[in-house]
């Protein structure tokens, strides 16, 4: 499995429910996006960000095609007019300890 966390600093913190919203529209339409998660920060400190994206997928391919699907790039272009900065992290794991 594959998890994408991508950290966002927006222009303006009012937008952050409307980002979640067009995240959210992601929801059971890539078949393979296995799981989408996104909320607001709630603990504000200096190294905060506004709103957190946690994604899920089988493979790195996988990811790789969201990157790319018609579903996913209009909510990249809306990412683009709201957001000041963004930090992401991918990486493989197994559910086994």
Known sequence: MVKHIVLYKLKDKANAD???VWFKSMIGKIDVLKSL???KN???SDRSYDVALVCEFDSIEDLNI???H???LPVKAYVKTVVTESHS???EYSEEI
């Open 42 to 44: 709630v603990i504000e």
């Open 66 to 68: 969201y990157a790319e």
């Open 18 to 20: 409307q980002l979640i």
């Open 37 to 39: 998660t996104a909320g």
């Open 89 to 91: 992290v991918d990486f």
């Open 70 to 72: 018609p579903v996913h």
